[in-house]
């Protein structure tokens, strides 16, 4: 009978925030002691989802362990760390011999002390479980992929689109090339090539909705089982950090290598192509006041929750205000205190209220507004694929000169139309939309929207891959330099 160890543990951390990631942000996000397959699915869950069921469709049985994972922010706190990666450790010395033991992960968490914190667990796993059972790992696609994580993994997969949205569909892959695997069908080698850059790559739009086509076409074939495109995350300073292929071959290391470089060399030729479309908020809002219909919507790349920055910043609300441009919503904020005040103040209610700029220097300033309190949610939620994910109470205000504010007690960037339209607010009859976020929105928003525009706004996250500071990522990168093959 076919027995698998199912956890999950992860953040994306950008190890620039000054917003410490701690106990109580991976009590508000995913948080289950063994118990995740019995709530709803989120993005980090639901890979649970898929290998229980898998596991069951086979009359297999699944010990299933923690399932955490925190919005991402700054470095996780050690103590943390150690206590949740413990946690699964210690399920699995109880749950006597497993065949499988699949994990879901992030890819990018960083923790005081621990540069690569899905390497050390994975590493920590394979000791207590030894060489024959196989250990498969899912990542999300912005991961730092590591030479200790390939050493300790038999199989790992990443995500393939960004947006992610096709989370479940990568477990499904791994699960069965992880219990293949088990069976002796297959003997998975794995092999990694270096792009050498640091970049955001969108996948639902040419020219990489081909390359994720090729990936997927190359899979299942002349021993390719799969390949997974690591775009890295910017704003995790780490050894590891550049964007790599990753791929999984049947026994042969050589085909694994050839596909790895032959996918980087695409990727590498694509890279004119691929260059950030931002624009800055002069030249975005040029573009808002001049379109000729709406809702058009604009994406503030730099202050998105989903890469560790705080969700407050004012600096688009501030050029929007300056402007005098109305009929435009901008959300979410994450602003606690707004919320209480709000709450108080009661639906319907008119008040002076302090927006944003709470974080820190990536914030920018506070913005004082009159606004009315149209409607106030509890629990509210907004739909990331297949999955749901938390708001917290959100608060829909208005001011008299057409801005419209969303804000919310759980920092997270906006994911989805639902998340405003639970809170009665008309998406279709807003000129513009300013959505906190970098591509998630794009799935939901792309079939409303007149337009998307990419704003680079500055923020903690901003799009300028060239001049990130850097310290332990040292390896030349493009678009720092043009070649960085050349500089050795
Ligand atoms: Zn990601």
Redesign the pocket.
């Known amino acids: 009978m076919l027995r698998t160890f199912i956890a999950c543990l992860g953040t ?1 951390t950008n190890t620039f925030s000054p917003m410490p990631t701690g106990m109580q942000t991976f009590e508000e996000g995913t948080f289950y002691h063994g118990d995740a397959t019995r709530h709803p699915p989120d993005l980090f869950s639901e890979p649970l989802h898929v290998w229980r069921r898998m596991t069951e469709e086979r009359q297999g049985q699944t010990v299933e362990s923690l399932a955490a994972f925190a919005q991402p922010g700054g470095t996780t706190v050690r103590a943390v760390y150690e206590r949740l990666r413990d946690e699964i450790l210690d399920d699995l010395r109880r749950a006597g011999p497993v065949d499988v033991v699949l994990l879901a992960m992030h890819g990018a968490m960083v923790a005081e002390g621990y540069d690569d914190c899905e390497g050390d667990l994975l590493a920590r796993v394979r000791a207590i479980v030894g060489p024959e059972v196989v250990v498969g790992a899912e990542l ?3 991961c730092s992929v590591t030479a200790r994580m390939l050493a300790n993994a038999d199989v790992i997969v990443t ?1 393939k689109e ?1 947006p ?1 949205v096709d989370g479940a569909a990568r477990a499904a892959e791994l699960f069965d090339i992880c219990v293949r695997a088990r069976e002796g069908a297959v003997r998975p080698v794995m092999a990694v090539h270096d792009c050498r850059m640091i970049n955001m790559w969108r996948t639902p739009v040419e020219p990489f909705r081909s390359v994720v086509a090729q990936m997927q076409a190359a899979e299942g074939r002349d021993g390719v089982l799969s390949v997974s495109f690591a775009h890295g995350f910017p704003w995790g300073d780490v050894a590891d950090a550049s964007a790599k292929v990753l791929v999984v071959a049947d026994g042969e290391v050589g085909i694994a290598e050839r596909t790895a470089r032959n996918f980087g060399d695409r990727i590498w030729d694509l890279r004119e192509q691929c260059r950030q479309p931002t624009v800055d908020i002069t030249a975005a809002l040029d573009a808002l006041a001049a379109a000729p219909r709406g809702p058009v919507v604009l994406a503030d790349v730099a202050d998105n929750a ?1 890469g560790g920055a705080p969700s407050d910043s004012t600096f688009v609300l501030a050029a929007l205000l300056e402007r005098g441009i109305g009929n435009v919503l901008v959300g979410h904020f994450w602003d606690p205190i707004a919320v209480r005040f709000c709450q108080e103040a009661g639906e319907g209610a008119t008040l002076d209220l302090r927006i944003g700029g709470k974080c820190g220097v990536a914030s920018g300033m506070p913005i004082d507004l009159r606004v009315t309190v149209r409607r106030i949610v509890a629990d509210a939620r907004q739909s990331f694929g297949t999955s749901t994910s938390s708001m917290g109470t959100a608060v829909w205000v208005s001011t008299d000169d057409g801005i419209d504010l969303t804000l919310n007690t759980r920092r997270t960037q906006v994911f989805h139309p639902d998340g405003f339209e639970q809170l009665g607010i008309d998406l279709a009859a807003r000129h513009g939309i300013v959505v906190k976020s970098t591509q998630h929105f794009y799935d939901g928003f792309a079939p409303i929207a007149s337009e998307v525009i990419y704003v680079a706004a500055p923020g903690a996250i901003p799009p300028d891959f060239a001049a990130i500071p850097y310290t332990k990522f040292t390896t030349a990168y493009w678009p720092r330099v043009e070649d960085p093959f050349a500089a050795g």
Do not use: V, W
């Open positions: 994306e999300d696609l912005h995500f960004y992610h989903g």
